[in-house]
């Protein structure tokens, strides 16, 4: 038993371990992430505990970032009212994505947030933009349609 135990409790430590951290994404952290990749390909995709849609397509956007390691994809959950970190980070894993790099809206509003990301952004999830090496961005609201996605990988991204 003692064993059993003892297994139990080096496997846990070592998928926090492996996991990373989510981030606080709050008030200048878009301009950062923008700035931080400069002159590389970027997404970065906004989904939400709250978003049926997004908590269906995040499995898809594991794949995709198997796919392409090449390339950065940044997940950010922006729900439209405060949620629980532990349930953001376990959403994560559980889609295959708790390695990737993960952000959340924080504070308690949310609108000067997305205003940063977009001034006509209302919140609408899931929203992911596409941002190339010379910084023109490309926008996709509601579910991406990841073959769109990966045209758009294979012309910006080599």
């Not at 989510?22 to 950062?32: I, R």
């Not at 908590?55 to 390339?71: N, T, Y």
């Amino acid at each position: 038993m003692r064993a059993v135990v003892t297994l139990a409790v080096l496997w846990l430590a070592a998928g926090s371990a492996a996991a990373q951290d989510v981030k606080p994404f709050a008030k200048g952290s878009w301009a950062a992430l923008r700035q931080s990749h400069r002159g590389k390909p970027l997404i970065v995709h906004f989904w939400g505990i709250t978003c049926p849609p997004c908590l269906g397509e995040l499995p898809r956007w594991s794949e995709l970032v198997a796919e392409r390691p090449d390339v950065r994809v940044i997940f950010v959950a922006a729900d439209p009212v405060p949620v629980d970190r532990t349930r953001v980070e376990r959403t994560l894993a559980d889609a295959g994505l708790g390695e990737a790099e993960n952000w959340m809206f924080q504070g308690e509003f949310f609108d000067p947030l997305r205003y940063e990301i977009s001034p006509d952004w209302g919140g609408e999830l899931p929203l992911t933009i596409l941002i190339d090496k010379a910084g023109t961005i490309t926008t996709i609201v509601g579910v991406a349609d990841l073959s769109v996605v990966r045209k758009w990988l294979a012309a910006h991204a080599r």
